[in-house]
């Protein structure tokens, strides 16, 4: 089993629409968990955090479910430039810091 | 520049050719990951420094792998013999801090072509 499973893509979405995103992961040890941005032949960029209680970055939101082990992004109003691969990541305890990242997510939002 | 910088960008490698790849880091930065992304993949983690010391190499696919950070700053990842299962993009990263909510910034990656 991956340790970080996301849901299969890709996700094609007309520019206003919500659209969410689910990950779970298996280590139930696992302290950080991130969401990072990737653009096509480019680097993975941090899109932001994912706390306990929930967090909002404008029209981005992150939940957490520690008990289920899922954490999901959703993003409103989508734009043309969300269309990105997103990646759930998930700290490696045994490891210290390691990050171990899912598959990836496509979103590609048409106008 | 201030970002993690990698060379070289794209590497044309002769099957059974040993390559290097050069991963500079934010300076500062503890901690340094190395990772390998297939086409169509997310990044698949490969092995983590902090400082000099290698905590987990558990990711390196064979013994032909291996990566080094002698005085904790510059990193090389070595591929020795390679083969075309090894062509892929490999990223480095970096964190300042051996903290579990350190954000990890990436390079742009070496393109690793074996023929």
């Known amino acids: 089993r991956k340790e970080v499973e996301q849901d299969p893509g890709p996700f094609n979405v007309p520019e206003g629409a919500t659209v969410a995103f689910n990950c779970t992961y298996s280590n139930s040890a696992s302290q950080s968990f991130f969401w990072y941005r990737q653009d096509c032949r480019k680097e993975p960029k941090l899109l932001m955090s994912v706390y306990s209680s929930g967090n909002e970055d404008g029209r981005f939101t992150a939940q957490l479910n520690r008990a289920s082990q899922y954490i999901s992004l959703l993003i409103r109003d989508s734009k043309l430039s969300d269309s990105a691969t997103y990646l759930c990541?998930?700290?490696?305890?045994?490891?210290?810091?390691?990050?171990?990242f899912g598959k990836g997510t496509t979103l590609s939002v048409s106008s | 520049g201030a970002g993690v910088s990698q060379s070289p960008r794209y590497k044309v490698a002769k099957r059974g050719q040993d390559v290097a790849l050069r991963c500079d880091p934010i300076?500062?930065?503890?901690?340094l990951f190395w990772y390998q992304q297939a086409l169509g993949q997310g990044p698949e983690f490969l092995t983590y420094f902090q400082n000099e010391a290698q905590l987990d190499k558990s990711g390196l696919p064979s013994d032909r792998f291996f990566a080094e950070r002698p005085e904790g700053s510059v990193s090389t990842l070595k591929i020795q013999r390679t083969q075309q299962e090894d062509s892929a993009v490999y990223l480095c990263?970096?964190?300042?801090?051996?903290?579990?909510?350190?954000?990890?910034?990436f390079g742009q990656g070496t393109r690793l072509t074996v023929v």
């Open positions: 300076s500062g930065h503890v901690s």
């Open positions: 990541v998930v700290n490696l305890p045994q490891a210290g810091t390691a990050l171990i």
């Open positions: 990263a970096s964190s300042l801090a051996g903290g579990y909510s350190s954000e990890a910034f």
